[in-house]
């Protein structure tokens, strides 16, 4: 990795004139998936950290990309210490573009053991998109009558977490749209 001095100084009063923090990215050309830091690119990163904050108010972001498959990993600096920084690294990343893409750090968030229940899903589409479809969190806005066909598709599917979000009430009038227990009463 490869920073200059002079770069990141103009990078960081950019960012700081619009209120921004500042992010590195670097690349590992053969890497593959979720990267880890080597000590070179640690240093180099370290080195940065202070100087980020201090000039931006914010701290900075670190982001690796693995050219063999597109992957991406990502920290954010945080100050231990007087004058010590230490990286706290991402769960996962997401990138949006012409496709969405999900890098997860198999350290923080592990695949779950699939379960007998899954066994066609998983001969459907495979261990890997298994494996990225139980360490999603998905949001699903209104849940009367579609809303809850989707959430109970996703959660057969094996989607690891479910936000689920209405500004409805349970009265009389949605009974017919909610999935409820017999002994749930209206408002």
Do not use: K
């Not at 500042?22 to 890497?31: A, F, N, R, T």
């Not at 009367?144 to 689920?164: F, I, N, P, Q």
């Amino acid at each position: 990795m490869d920073f200059t001095s002079a770069y990141f100084l103009r990078s960081a009063a950019l960012a700081a004139e619009r209120g921004c923090g500042v992010g590195l990215i670097h690349s590992h050309p053969q890497g593959h998936s979720w990267q880890r830091l080597n000590q070179v690119d640690h240093d180099a990163e370290a080195l940065f950290a202070a100087q980020a904050l201090a000039l931006t108010d914010h701290p900075l972001l670190g982001m690796t990309f693995a050219g063999g498959d597109a992957g991406h990993s990502a920290r954010i600096w945080q100050q231990h210490g007087a004058r010590r920084y230490r990286p706290l690294h991402a769960e996962n990343v997401r990138v949006v573009g012409e496709d969405f893409t999900i890098t997860f750090n198999n350290l923080l968030l592990p695949a779950p053991t699939i379960t007998g229940a899954q066994q066609r899903s998983l001969s459907a589409w495979g261990q890997q998109t298994q494996d990225t479809l139980a360490r999603l969190h998905v949001g699903v806005v209104g849940t009367g009558s579609v809303g809850m066909l989707v959430v109970e598709a996703l959660a057969r599917t094996g989607v690891g977490r479910l936000s689920l979000f209405d500004f409805d009430t349970v009265q009389t009038v949605n009974l017919d749209r909610l999935i409820t227990p017999h002994h749930a009463t209206p408002a």
